[in-house]
C-alpha cells in the first residue's frame, strides 16, 4: 500500500521567501527541505566550502604540484559509470589546464576487472611508464592493488567518495570526505568533486609556488559541467555545496558553454541547453554515459567527455545513444523474465528479492534489481553468470534497497555472520554490489532473508511519498513550472511533489506502456502521463504528481507527471 503525506513547513520562511518573489508553492517546498532564508537559496561560489577544509587535500596539491614540476607520468585510474568518467575526464582536462600532459587513463572493464582499482590495472600503469597513480571515484578499497604499486615503486594519491573500511590501504596520500577524522562539512561530494577539489588545492599550491597568480592562474570553472553531471549522474545527496556545483554547471551549460562531449550528448538525447534540468543530467545524458560501461568499452564516455573535437565528440555520442538504446531493450528483456520469476515469491511473508538468470548480462543486472525493487518495494538484489570471465561458478550480483535498509551495512552482516559466502563486496546504502559462488546461491537467499527480517519492521514495507500539498487552480500556471525547473533537485533535496484529487476525464495506454490522463481538479482539465503504468484508475483517484513543462512545436503547457496514487495495494506484476 501506498501512503501519501504531506511534508511540514514553516510558515513564517514560507511568507518570507515569497516577499522575495518565490511563488508560494515553491516557498513551501524550499521551507520543507529546510531553507531557513532566501540566502540559502542563493547558491553563489562564495559559499563553497574551501579545498584546505577537507583532509589530505592540501596534501594532495602538493604531490600533484611536484608531479607537473617535475613531468611524471601520470596514470588517471577511473570507474565505468558516469560519476567516474566524469571524474577521469575532470583530472585529465584539469592537469593539462595546470600545467601537463604527460597523462594517461585506465578505467576497469566491469566484466574483466571488476570494481575499482586492481592489480592488473597497477601493471598496466607500470607498463605505460607511470610514476603517479592516481585514482578517481575509486580506490579507497583496494588495499592488494595499491600495495602492488607501491611494491612496484609507484607513488598512489586516492581520491574517492565510497564509504572506507575500518582500514585504509597503504597510499602516499587519500582524499576522501568520508574518511574517519575529516571534519569536511559536505559528506555528500560525488568521486568527480572530490577531483575537483584537488585540482583547486593544486592550484592553489601552484599560486604558492609562484607558477601561477591570481590574475594569470588557469580557470578550473570551465570543468564544472563536467562535476555537475558526474554529481547528478551518482546520485549523492544535494546539500547546498552540491547544489552550488551543480547550479553553476547547469549555468554553465546553459550559458552554451559545456564541452563539446555534453554539448554531443544533448543532441543525441533531443535536449535544449538552454532549458536543461537537473532530471535532464540524470535521466538523459547520465544513462548514456553509464550504457558504454554496462555494455562495452566505459572509455567511449571518457573520450567523449574528455575532446575538445566536436566532431569527435558527436561520433562518441551517436555510439553511447546506439549503446543505450540496446541497453533499454536488454533491461526490458531481463525486467520481463524476473517478473516471471516472481510468481514463486509471496510479498506478505516475504522481506527480500534475490533473483538469477544466467542469461542476464552482468551490466544491467543493477537496472533490473531498481525495477524490481520499485515494483515490489522489497530490497532486490539480481545476479548474473561470471561467464564472461571464464569463471562460470561464479555470480556477479547489484542490489537495491528501500528506505530504512542499509544495503552495504546489510552486506556486512552477512558477511561478517558466514566468513566466506560473499567473495567480496561494496556499495552504498541504497545500491551495492558483489559476487558469490553459485553454489551458495540458496544459502545467500536464506540469509538475506534473515538479515533484511533483522534489520526492519512490518512498516519498513510501506511505501510513503511525502508531498507538498495541494495546489489551486491558480497555481497551475507556467510561472511556477520554471521556477520550479530552474532550481536544484536531487536526492535529499527532492522536486516538489503535489498532491490532489482528480477527476479521471479520460485514460489510455501510450505505446503500451504508459498511462496517458485527462484530468480535472478545482474546475481546470489538466493533461498527465504516468510512466510504466498499465492499470486503469477509478474514475475519482488521489494523485501524487510533479509539474512538467511540455514544449511542442513552439507551444507551451503544463503536464502532470504522475508518482503514486492514495491507498492503492501493490501490484507488482503489473
Known sequence: MTHLSIRRYNTTVVHNLVNHGIPEPLARSLSARGIERYEDIELELKGLIPPNAMMNCEDAGKILADAIQNNQRIAIVGDYDCDGATATATALIGLKLLGTENTFYLIPDREKDGYGLSPTLVQKAKA?????????????SAHVAIKE????????LVTDHHLPADTLPEANCIVNPNQIGDAFPSKNLAGVGVMFYVLLATRAEMRKRGVFDTKNQPNLLVLIDLVALGTIADVV????????LVSKGLERIRSGKMHPGIAALLTVSRKNCYNLSTTDLGFSLAPRINAAGRLADSQIGVECLKTFDPDIATRHAIELDTLNNQRRDKEQEGLDEALSQMGTIELNEEKSICLYRENWHPGIVGLIASRIKDKSYRPTICFASNQNEGNTEELKGSGRSIQGIHLRDLLDYIDKRNPGLILKFGGHAQAAGLTIHKSNLEQFRYELENAVTAFSSQSTFIRSLETD???????????LVQCIRNCVWGVGFPEPIFINRFKVLKQDLLKGEHLRLKLETDGIQLSGIWFRRKEMLPEVATLAYRLKLNEWNGRRRIDLQIEAMENEQENWGA
Open 128 to 140: 605505460e611508464g607511470a610514476d603517479l597513480l592516481v585514482t578517481v571515484d575509486n580506490g579507497i
Open 237 to 244: 545527496p544535494l546539500d547546498k555545496n552540491n547544489r552550488i
Open 469 to 479: 500539498g495541494e495546489l489551486t487552480a491558480p497555481d497551475f500556471n507556467l510561472h
Open 149 to 156: 604499486a607501491r611494491k612496484l615503486g609507484l607513488s598512489v
